[in-house]
Structure formats: structure tokens, C-alpha cells
């Protein structure tokens, strides 16, 4: 059973979105999938509560009477959506169940430093060599220097950048009504499939 982290130690950087559009590609694909929500905001759960009934079904935790969570029976593909803060012996819980990592990260020289840290932290981690490590960036537009900055960062990391997610109200709009990019048919998104493109190989 693959499971997909989401993960950023730094707040807003776009994990949710992240997490709940590679859920609606999975389920899209005819994949049972779970999304858990690890972070306090629960943006992912609230997610889930607004989507519609008659789209592939995506699932959450099951609670049992001790508060042990654990994918609901059945389960082929999980996405977790991980809090802010994500260190030490809770990032050591989440690399040993992981298959692979996608660090969302935007490309402003704040955040793109205080993730330094943690991208270390995951390529130092004992079980490194065998989970998947890449960073997407986000909220991003090609040919800027911020961009530019993004990629010169990465290349003394050895962490693959997967591929640039723009900045646009399309996944805004997409969140509130419980959608993910794989649930409307519309030429409208056809670009940001298209980013997507790269991720997609990448899972696979």
C-alpha cells in the first residue's frame, strides 16, 4: 500500500492543496484512498466534508474505541496531510511509513530558508534511501527570479523539483466546494493538469 506524505515543517506553503488534489488523482484513477489529516487546521478533513456525494470516494482514518487510526479496510493508496512543525521523532513516525515525500515549498528566499533545514533533516533520515524525496513548487510562475532562486537552492540539496504549480484562484475555487483538479471537466484547467504532469510520473 503506497503512502504519499505531504510535508513542510513551515505553515501555508500549500500542503493541503497538495495533498487533496494527489487524493482526487488517485481516486480518479479507481484507487480506494484514504486522506489523513495530521495538521491541526484539518484543511484536508474540511475538505472532504464539503465534497460532493456521486464523485470517487475518497476516505479518512478510522478511529478505534482505543484512538488508534488506521486506513479503513480496503485501503490501496494513502495521502497524508502533515502539521506544521514536523520534526524529530514524529518526522522518524511518518518516514517509516513513507514511500514517498512532496515537499511543497514557494519560492520567496523566506520560506525557501526555512525549509532548508528539514530537507536535510529528510535526506539524513536513516530510511532516506528508499523513500522518494521531491519538492514542488508552488504558487510559482516561470522565468522569475524567485524561481530562479528555488532551483539554485535545490541544487546543493540533491533534491529533485518535480515540477512549478501556478499561482491561481482555480484551486481556491476547487477547495470550497470539496473538488479536486480531477473531478471537472474544463478548459479552464487544462494548464494546471498539465503542471501536474510531472508528479503524476513520479508516483507512479
Known amino acids: 500500500m503506497p503512502v504519499f506524505v505531504v510535508a513542510n515543517p513551515k505553515g501555508g506553503v500549500g500542503k493541503s492543496t497538495l495533498a487533496t488534489n494527489l487524493a482526487g488523482y488517485l481516486?480518479?484513477?479507481?484507487?480506494?484512498?484514504?486522506?489523513?489529516?495530521?495538521?491541526?487546521?484539518?484543511?484536508?478533513?474540511?475538505w472532504l466534508d464539503l465534497r460532493p456525494v456521486g464523485l470517487?470516494?475518497?476516505?479518512?482514518?478510522?478511529?478505534?474505541?482505543?484512538?488508534?487510526?488506521r486506513p479503513p479496510k480496503g485501503t490501496t493508496h494513502?495521502?497524508?496531510?502533515?502539521?506544521?512543525g514536523l520534526s524529530g521523532k514524529r518526522l522518524d513516525e511518518v518516514m517509516k511509513i513513507a514511500d514517498r515525500v512532496l515537499v511543497p515549498l514557494?519560492?520567496?528566499?523566506?520560506?525557501?530558508?526555512a525549509t532548508h533545514d528539514f530537507l536535510q533533516q529528510l535526506a539524513a533520515n536513516r530510511r532516506s534511501s528508499r523513500v522518494g524525496i521531491g519538492v514542488v513548487g508552488m504558487r510559482t510562475r516561470e522565468g522569475?527570479?524567485?524561481?530562479?532562486?528555488?532551483?539554485?537552492f535545490l541544487g546543493g540539496l540533491n533534491v529533485p523539483l518535480l515540477t512549478f504549480l501556478r499561482d491561481t484562484q482555480n484551486y481556491v475555487?476547487?477547495?470550497?466546494?470539496?473538488?479536486?483538479?480531477?473531478?471537472?471537466?474544463?478548459?479552464?484547467f487544462e494548464r494546471d493538469v498539465e503542471q501536474w504532469q510531472p508528479i503524476i510520473t513520479w508516483i507512479n
Open 27 to 46: 481516486a480518479a484513477r479507481g484507487y480506494a484512498v484514504m486522506l489523513g489529516d495530521a495538521d491541526r487546521q484539518q484543511s484536508s478533513r474540511t
Open 56 to 69: 470517487p470516494e475518497i476516505s479518512t482514518w478510522e478511529v478505534s474505541h482505543d484512538d488508534v487510526v
Open 78 to 84: 494513502v495521502v497524508l496531510d502533515t502539521p506544521a
Open 106 to 113: 514557494q519560492p520567496s528566499i523566506f520560506d525557501i530558508h
Open 144 to 152: 522569475t527570479i524567485a524561481t530562479d532562486q528555488l532551483r539554485t
Open 173 to 188: 475555487h476547487l477547495a470550497a466546494h470539496g473538488l479536486s483538479l480531477w473531478d471537472v471537466a474544463s478548459s479552464r
